[in-house]
């Protein structure tokens, strides 16, 4: 699995398989409602992905974990400014 800003010139080969990975959320707080949406496009090299029930468990925790990091660093980050206090921590 390779981040796209990685990829060399942004080209693909023919056998990799492009996965573009979107996380939608909406986190209600005490004060405060945070909502948006987070993507990232991967390249899975040297295999063709049609179908995401060819992905193993294991392969979708991989390539969603990313969003999942950045949506804790954005709310933690978010809260700590606009709540004027320490930022919250989300547990997955």
Request: no cysteine.
């Amino acid at each position: 699995l390779v981040p796209h800003e990685q990829v060399p010139d942004g080209k693909a080969a023919a056998e990799d398989t492009a996965i573009y990975a979107i996380l939608t959320y909406m986190i209600p707080l005490e004060n405060i409602v945070l909502s948006g949406m987070l993507s990232q496009l991967n390249y899975i090299r040297g295999r063709q992905v049609k179908e995401q029930s060819e992905l193993e468990q294991e392969e979708m925790a991989q390539i969603a974990s990313p969003l999942f990091d950045l949506l804790k660093r954005l709310v933690y980050e978010t809260t700590e400014v606009a709540l004027d206090q320490p930022g919250i921590n989300l547990q997955f």
